[in-house]
């Protein structure tokens, strides 16, 4: 009896799990204009988790998530835990997303497609990979909360992160590079969800 319980509560549990983790579904149509805000700053270092934390420039935007990947491996996942792959304009619309194919690993977005429904130039500069630093445990929880579809919003910080023994990573500070160096390190310190309407 108590085995059989066990297997109703295992497999209960999953289905709340596949459930309220799969991806939003929208209709066609761009969900999110505007590309995100960015503003240079001169600011005072800090430090997090034991590394220097300099912030290159204030940093918001609102985009539809293509994706998310948590990292528990590696030096980076002290600082950020999270990668989300990010898209606006175009990049935000069902009817383009749904021609592509998308993934992540080893910390870098990835698209593919056999005919491309928008010109690449279009894909690159309106979608990136950007790897989420949480400024605090709500903030961190909330981004691991976070779901294929969703339209979020967010507020920080574009950074470089250094340690004592001279690692570092640093930021891009523009959405038009692809490749090696082209992901936003953000510091989150603010974090919202928008219910998506055309």
Same mark, same amino acid.
């Given at each position: 009896?108590?085995?059989?319980?066990?297997?109703v509560?295992?497999?209960?549990?999953?289905?709340?799990?596949?459930?309220?983790?799969r991806?939003?579904e929208?209709?066609?149509?761009?969900?999110?204009?505007?590309?995100?805000?960015?503003?240079?700053?001169?600011?005072?270092?800090?430090?997090?988790?034991?590394?220097?934390?300099t912030?290159?420039?204030?940093?918001?935007?609102?985009?539809?998530?293509?994706?998310? @990947?948590?990292?528990?491996?590696?030096?980076?996942?002290? =600082?950020?835990?999270? /990668?989300? &792959?990010? !898209? $606006?304009?175009?990049? #935000?619309?069902?009817a383009i997303?749904?021609?592509?194919s998308?993934?992540q690993?080893?910390?870098?977005?990835?698209?593919s497609?056999?005919?491309?429904?928008?010109?690449?130039?279009?894909?690159?500069?309106?979608s990136?990979?950007?790897?989420?630093?949480?400024?605090?445990?709500?903030?961190?929880?909330?981004?691991?909360?976070?779901? @294929?579809?969703?339209?979020v919003?967010?507020?920080?910080? =574009?950074?470089?992160? /250094?340690? &004592?023994? !001279? $690692?570092?990573?640093? #930021?891009?500070?523009t959405?038009?590079?692809?490749?090696?160096?082209?992901?936003?390190?953000?510091?989150?310190?603010?974090?919202?969800?928008?219910?998506?309407?055309?």
């Amino acid at each position: 009896m108590l085995k059989r319980l066990l297997f109703v509560v295992i497999i209960a549990y999953g289905a709340y799990a596949t459930y309220t983790s799969r991806p939003v579904e929208h209709n066609p149509g761009i969900l999110v204009k505007d590309a995100p805000n960015q503003r240079k700053i001169v600011a005072t270092p800090f430090t997090h988790k034991g590394y220097q934390v300099t912030p290159l420039a204030e940093f918001s935007l609102e985009a539809r998530i293509l994706g998310t @990947e948590r990292y528990s491996l590696g030096r980076e996942s002290d =600082l950020s835990p999270v /990668d989300l &792959a990010l !898209g $606006w304009g175009p990049m #935000s619309d069902s009817a383009i997303i749904s021609q592509l194919s998308i993934n992540q690993s080893g910390r870098f977005y990835h698209w593919s497609t056999p005919r491309l429904p928008i010109p690449k130039q279009a894909i690159s500069s309106h979608s990136a990979n950007m790897h989420m630093v949480p400024a605090d445990t709500q903030i961190e929880k909330a981004l691991k909360n976070l779901r @294929e579809g969703e339209i979020v919003r967010l507020a920080g910080y =574009l950074i470089r992160a /250094d340690a &004592a023994d !001279g $690692w570092h990573w640093v #930021s891009s500070l523009t959405r038009d590079d692809s490749g090696n160096g082209a992901c936003e390190l953000v510091w989150v310190k603010e974090i919202s969800r928008r219910t998506a309407t055309l």
